[in-house]
DNA sequence: CATCTAAAGTCATACGTATTACCAAGTCAT
DNA sequence: ATGACTTGGTAATACGTATGACTTTAGATG
C-alpha cells in the first residue's frame, strides 16, 4: 500500500475510530478524549506521516483556504515583497494565496468577481496562450480577499454580492473606511522627509505627484502640502505624472520652470524620472536640486547619487494584511493597522544652493 | 434559498439526473446524452449561475489544482514578471499557484518538501507573525512544481519520494537535463551581446558575473567566452559578484584594473554596480567604457546613460511554462522550450576610446 | 417474431473529513 | 437502589462531484 494515509488508516493505527482522530488532531478533545488515547492517536498519525487532505476538509467545512490578492501588478518590487510577506503568513496557516494581477484602470467588466457568461469551466485543460487576465474568483472559490486600494472599485460590486461576500482586508487604504486596512502611515512618512529637507534649509518645494487617485497618494499630497504650509515662506508646485520613468521625466521638467529647490516624489520610479529632468536641465542633484523618494526599492540604492528616500515595509505589510485577514476569518473582530515608514538619508539631499 | 446552487440544482432545473449534468458540463457526451438535453442542462446551469465546487471536484478526482511556484525570491521584477505570466495561465484553466520564496542557499532542511517533525496542522489558525519560510508542501497538496533552477538541490529530494512525485517543469535550468525545462536562450543572448559590443569595435572585455553556480550563469559565462575566444585578438576577464548593487561595484573595481573596454553583466543589478565603480574611477560611460546588461528590468531604463541589456521574456517564459506543467499534468508528452532575448541597445555602449 | 445492438440516461457509490447524535460505563447524590 | 450526571468514546452522516455499472427504449437484423 503505498498510497498516503487518511485518517481511518490513523484510527486502525491507534485502535481507536475515525471520529476521534478527527476530534483529537482538530485538538478539540478537552473533556471527550482521555489524555492516553489523545497520545496514541499523535503517536499513530506520526509514524504514519499523516497529513489531512484539504480537499476533503475543505469540503466538509465548504471553505476552501484559499485568499484572494488583488494587486495593480507583482511586476513592481514593493507588491513583490507585500506579496511574499502576506505569502508567508497565509501559508503558515494552512492558506493559499491567488494573486490577481489587476492593473489600475481595467474595465469593470473584468473585475475578478465578474464571471465570463457561459463559461462553465470544463477539467480539462488545453494548455495554451491565454490573453489578459482571467476571471478567478468566479470559480476559484476564495475564503477572503486582500486587495489594494488601487482595486478599490472592483470591491464595490463584491460588497453588493448576496451570497455570503468573503472577508476582506484593504492594503494601503483609507483607515477611515469602515473596511479593515492595513497600510503605511504615508502621511507621517512625508511630513518625515518635509523635515528632513526643511531642516537642511529648503524652502522651495516641488512635488512629482503620481497620478493615480487613490487615498495613498492622495494623503502624501495633503500631508506634503499641510507639513509646507507650516512652514514660513515655504512655496510648494505640484505636478502629476504616471509611475514610470518617462512620464516622471516629462513632468519634472514643468516642476522645474519654478526652481523649486527640492523635489518631493510619491514613489522611487518617479524620482528617477526627475533625476533624468534634472540631468537634462543640467541640474547638480543635490548640489543645485535635492530629490526626495519614497518606497526604497532596489532602484534607490542604484540611482547615482544614491537616493534618499522613506522605506515602506512592504513585507511587514503584507504579513499584517494576511494576519488581519486570518483574524478576520478566524471570526476576530476587524483590525485596522498602521505602519511607520523609514527615512533613508543617502546622497540625493543636500543643503539649497547660495543665492 | 440563497446558497449557491449546486450540480443537483442544476439537474432539477434541466430535469435530469445529477450526473447527467456532471457528464455534460464535463463535455463528455459525445454519443451518451442527446444534444436537446445537453443544451438544456448549458441553459439551467447558465440561468442558475453554476459554478461548481471545486474542493468537491479535487475531492473526487484526488488531485488539488493547486501548483507549488519555487523560487529565490519575488522581490525581483524578474521573477515577479515570472509569476505574473505563470499565474495568468494557471487561472485561466483552473489552477492556483502557491509560491513558495526559496532563497539560493536556504538549507535543506527547509525545503518546501520537508514537513516539520510532528507538525499535524491543525484546522485553528491563531493569527501572528511567524519566522522564516514555512512547509508549504508537505499538507497543501500540490498537482505540480514550477521551480527556478536555484531550487535544484531541494529538487532532487522531491524526485526520490516514493508516493507519486507531482510533475515537475524548472524554469531556466539545463535544457540537456532530463527534466522538462523552459527556459531563456541566455547563450545566444549572451553571442548577441558580444557581437553587438564588437562590432563598435571592441577587443578588451570584462564579464561580471553572478556568484550563484546555476546552469542560467554558468551558460552565459561559457556562452560569452566561446564569443570571445572567435574574435582575433580579442581579451576577457572575469570576476564574480553577489547580485546586488554594493557587491557588483567592489567586483568591478576589480575588473576595471585590467583596464577592459566593454563590461558585460550577467544582471542588471550588477551593472548597476558597475555604473559606480565607472564613476568611483572616473570613467565615463559610455565613452571611456561600454557596459552590458540582461534582465532588462525597469532600473535598465533609470540609470543614466540608459543601460544596453538583453530583454528577458519573463512574462512569456512563466506563461510558457505553466502551459507545459498543464500540458505534462494532462498526459501529455514533456517539452523543453527555449525562448529568445532581445537587445536593446541604448546609451551605455558606444566605440571604445582611441588609444 | 425473437434477438441483438446502440442510444440515452439513471443509480449508486466513493473520495476523506468534521460533527451531531447517540451510547456504555462509572460516579454521585438521595 | 435508583435516577442523574460525567467521562470517554463510537456510529452515522453530509459535503458535491465524477464515474463505472446498470436500465430502458428504439431500431436493426436474422
Known sequence: MTRRPTSRDVAVAAGVSQSTVSIVLAGKWAGRVSAPTAQAVHEAAERLGYRPNLAARNLRLGQTRTVLFVVPTLTSPFFGAVYTGAARVAAAHGFGVVVYPWPAGTARERSPFAAPRGAVPAPSHPAGAVEGPSWVASWKEIDGVLASSMAADALAELLARDDGSPALVMLDSDPADPVPTVNVDVAESM?????????????????????????????????????????????????????????????????????????????????AGAYKAARDAGLDVPGDLSIGGIDDILLAEALEPELTTVRLPAEALGERAMAALLELLDGGRPQTVSLPGDLVVRASTAPPPDR
Chains 1, 2 share one sequence.
Open 191 to 271: 511630513r518625515t522627509l518635509v523635515a528632513h529637507l526643511a531642516g537642511l534649509g529648503h524652502r522651495r518645494f516641488g512635488h512629482l505627484a503620481a497620478d493615480i487617485d487613490v487615498w495613498t497618494f492622495r494623503t502624501r499630497g495633503e500631508a506634503l502640502a499641510a507639513a509646507v504650509a507650516e512652514l514660513p515662506g515655504a512655496t510648494l508646485v505640484r505636478q502629476a505624472a504616471p509611475i514610470a520613468v518617462d512620464g516622471a521625466r516629462t513632468a519634472a521638467h514643468v516642476l522645474l520652470r519654478d526652481a523649486p529647490t527640492a523635489l518631493l516624489c510619491d514613489a522611487d520610479v518617479l524620482a
